[in-house]
């Protein structure tokens, strides 16, 4: 399912929320039949898009009278313990698996952020990540967000448990309106090294929209955006900028993204690239 132009983005962003919930379970349906469910995972990092995305998923293997495919939560070392009790509760009253992936041979290194990583004393596969994306450095402090520690922490630990596991497909829950690099995406996007398909239901829900769905189905959503985040990160780099929760705050003309690691923004497209979501 292609998206075609920018007018034809501007077309699926304006459909009615009911329409929006209907694509997305058309997209699911053909992702389960071209790659099946022991081939395909979904990635839920416990925000409020991915944990939207899995209960289309679940409502649409529920209406398919299929098992649900597993999930994968990726733990870079910088959790909110919020998050993690998010992702605990609802995996268990949802019932589903959820991997949870790291890369161990970095964080071995590392007892708390900051500490410094020698890059001759990672593992061959770390050694080798590092000089792929230019890092010249013999060390370098642990934070998840940068450059090296994004890509070590989160894109190596996903691309391992891709290759270990012979996966063919990865679901995740991106949308055209949350960051520039994302905008000009496709519902099926191949990547390579390792080669696999992601698959992005919701490409076509606003911010607003997703806390709509939310607030109509009553779904569960982690408490820290009733604390006034609107997008969650690693720990130490995101912050909030309300008091509000997250859907009373002005979604349709202040940046989603605000509260997010600097850095990283700035990045976004390398590290797209690089196979980060």
């Known amino acids: 399912m292609s998206t075609g132009s920018v007018l034809d983005r501007n077309g699926l962003t304006a459909l009615p929320l009911a329409e929006k919930i209907r694509r997305s379970k058309e997209i699911i349906q053909e992702a389960i039949s071209k790659f099946g469910l022991d081939k395909l995972v979904i990635a839920w990092t416990g925000g409020k898009d991915s944990t939207l995305m899995l209960w289309l998923f679940r409502e649409t293997c529920r209406e398919m009278n299929m098992t649900m495919p597993e999930c994968i939560f990726i733990d870079e070392g910088d959790v909110f313990q919020e998050i993690v009790d998010h992702v605990g509760q609802v995996g268990k009253i949802w019932d589903v698996k959820v991997n949870v992936l790291k890369n161990t041979d970095v964080l071995s290194k590392a007892e708390k952020l900051g500490d410094i990583i020698r890059v001759a004393e990672l593992n061959e596969r770390n050694r080798r990540e590092v000089q792929r994306i230019g890092f010249a450095g013999e060390e370098f402090p642990f934070e998840p967000e940068s450059m090296v520690g994004n890509h070590l922490m989160k894109t190596i630990a996903l691309s391992m ?27 099926f996007s191949v990547r390579h090294a390792p080669e696999h398909t992601r698959v992005h239901p919701v490409l076509h829900f606003r911010e607003r929209d997703i806390w709509d769905v ?12 009733l604390k006034g985040y609107r997008s969650l990160g690693a720990k130490s780099s995101t912050v909030r900028f309300s008091d509000l929760p997250a859907w009373q705050q002005d979604l349709e003309n202040t940046p989603e993204r605000s509260g997010r690691g600097h850095d990283k923004e700035m990045i976004m497209a390398k590290l797209r690239d690089l196979g980060y979501m």
């Open 161 to 187: 448990f891709i290759e270990n596991n012979d996966i063919h497909a990865v679901a995740t829950a991106i949308r055209w309106d949350e960051q520039d690099a994302r905008q000009t995406e496709g519902y």
């Open 214 to 225: 939310i607030h109509d189905r009553k779904l569960p959503f982690c408490l820290l955006y």
